[in-house]
């Protein structure tokens, strides 16, 4: 079956940036999620998908069909969430309801009204009385009642709370329980990705950085601590980033089995979080400890 989403060699490039070349793909059924530090080139990749910006090479499909070509019908398949308020703040949701849904062909208005039930959200309210957790409910209500296919959302669980954060995380599992749909989403927030993502694709600078199954990616990166007599210049070239701390050094590397029998029973070897493999993976540039 094909990818709900392709990237292929995407480039586009501004003054002071360049969204190198960048390849990866989404299956059907599974969430994958987007990260990078501030200025990564996420949103502009999300724009890119989005035809909201003109790419300058490479290929984007989205159900196997060309974005920019196609993009009206791919549009109707897509929820979309974007990281700022984009509705009318003198509107009632019931009336911003009525303008979203005759843009969809597919609008399902029970499934709109069970989505407003569930997020507590009362019709007759104005946009400008929402909080900001209530906003995303509402958008996340509007994208889940078109018979999307495929939701894209740009920094979603930002400044929202841990509770609102967990609904919104159980309802997106729930989303792609049928194995037909697809999530993808940018986020600073990498416990939620621990949580809910099968894939993690990072970027640096605009370029890829990795790809990957989130399992493969936690089994295979470990961090590494020591006494910095240990560290000699040929242990420091296993390393992704390394740095000092209280007991000596502390590095990161992609594959265990990278260092020596002879230095693993001398080192303390930790699980790293999604947080560390991004801090070392940025800070790769300083690695001298
Ligand atoms: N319209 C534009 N013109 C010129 N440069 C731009 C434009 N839009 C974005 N950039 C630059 O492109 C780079 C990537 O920005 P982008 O918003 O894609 O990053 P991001 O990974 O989404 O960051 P954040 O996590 O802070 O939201 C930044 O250096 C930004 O200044």
Known sequence: MESILEIKNLTKKYDDFKLNNISFKLDRGYIMGFIGPNGAGKSTTIKLIMNLLKRDSGEIKVFGLDNIKHEKEIKQRIGFIYDRNYFYDE???KNMKKIISNFYTN????????????????????IKELSKGMQMKFSLALALSHDAELIMMDEPTSGIDPIFRNEILDILMEFIQDEKKSIFFSTHITTDLEKIADY??????????????????L?????????R???TEE???????IKNSDYGFEGLVSRIDDIEDEYREKVLIERPTLDDIML????????NA
């Open 235 to 241: 242990l420091k070239k296993k390393f992704i980033g």
């Open 280 to 287: 070392y993976t940025v800070r790769r540039g300083e690695k």
């Open 91 to 93: 509107i009632t949701l």
């Open 219 to 227: 089994d295979s990166y470990r961090i590494v601590k020591g006494g």
């Open 200 to 217: 993690i694709t990072f970027i640096n600078d605009g370029s890829l950085v990795f790809s990957k199954p989130k399992d493969e990616i």
């Open 229 to 231: 007599d240990l560290l």
């Open 107 to 126: 609008w399902n208005d029970n499934q709109f009204y069970k989505y407003m039930e569930i997020f507590n959200l009362k019709e007759n309210k104005k």
